[in-house]
């Protein structure tokens, strides 16, 4: 029987979601603890790989068992053995062919950015950015990014087979001091949402121009980008099915 769970965790005190040995892992955390309650090694499946840092406020995950499970109960359990940093919300049983990953239609990320006052209790999960960002020029810069595009550029994985993707959507939203930035697609490469954010703090400073976009993205080639967003602001925030 195939069972997916949803959460949320705080990704700051870990190696990222996928696991890795001798390090802390949201995977490795998950697996440990189900593991337990079914008395068996259990593997997960994700529904992505989030980094070092990265936040969820919504991730999903598949398992298998050949028990029966009383959701609510095994619910229960899990949020008890688990951190406080992760936070189990839903498990319910699915399809067998049911994938937690291939399954996935889109996904949302959201970026927050404080231009705002140097906030040291928000540092962790808001990029401190304290300074003006130019919202009209970045939108500008966003159009060229939405459809379907070759974002090899945008990675620094060089083992992919194909690199081209289609970003559905991309919000830019201010509220008093801070920015938020939603991006959703129907797959992203690694450190694909912060190479983006980093393009777009590169324009505001000048640095690069919002006509230098098409040239990057023809370029395939990473070290046309500038700088890559730190993790910290950066959030799984809706996975589709």
């Known amino acids: 029987m195939r069972y997916l769970c949803s959460c949320s965790y705080d990704g700051l005190q870990y190696y990222g979601s996928a696991k890795q040995p001798q390090k802390r892992t949201i995977c490795g955390s998950l697996e440990e ?25 919504i991730f999903y995950f598949h398992f298998d068992t050949d028990k029966k499970i009383d959701t609510n109960k095994f619910k ?6 688990t951190p406080e940093d992760i936070n189990i919300h ?39 950015y304290n300074k003006p960002i130019k919202i009209k020029q970045i939108k500008k810069a966003a159009k060229y990014l939405i459809g379907k595009h070759n974002f090899k550029s945008f990675t620094s994985d060089d083992e992919k087979e194909n690199y081209i993707r289609t970003i559905k959507y991309i919000k830019i939203e201010k509220k008093d001091e801070i920015i938020n930035i939603y991006i959703c697609a129907d797959g992203f490469l690694k450190y694909m949402v912060r190479n983006i954010i980093g393009l777009f703090l590169e324009i505001n400073e000048g640095k690069k121009k919002i006509e230098d976009i098409p040239k990057i993205l023809e370029s395939e080639n990473r070290t046309t980008l500038g700088i890559k967003a730190k993790p910290n602001g950066l959030y799984l925030n809706k996975v589709n099915y």
């Open 33 to 57: 603890e189900i593991s337990k309650i079914l008395n068996k090694k259990t593997t997960i499946t994700a529904c992505s790989r989030t980094d070092k840092g990265v936040h969820a406020n």
């Open 76 to 81: 229960n359990s899990l949020n008890k053995l």
């Open 90 to 128: 839903t498990l319910e049983e699915v399809k067998e062919d049911f994938h937690a990953r291939y399954n996935v239609k889109t996904k949302e990320y959201k970026y927050i950015i404080n231009v705002g006052k140097y906030s040291v209790t928000k540092r962790n999960y808001e990029l401190e």
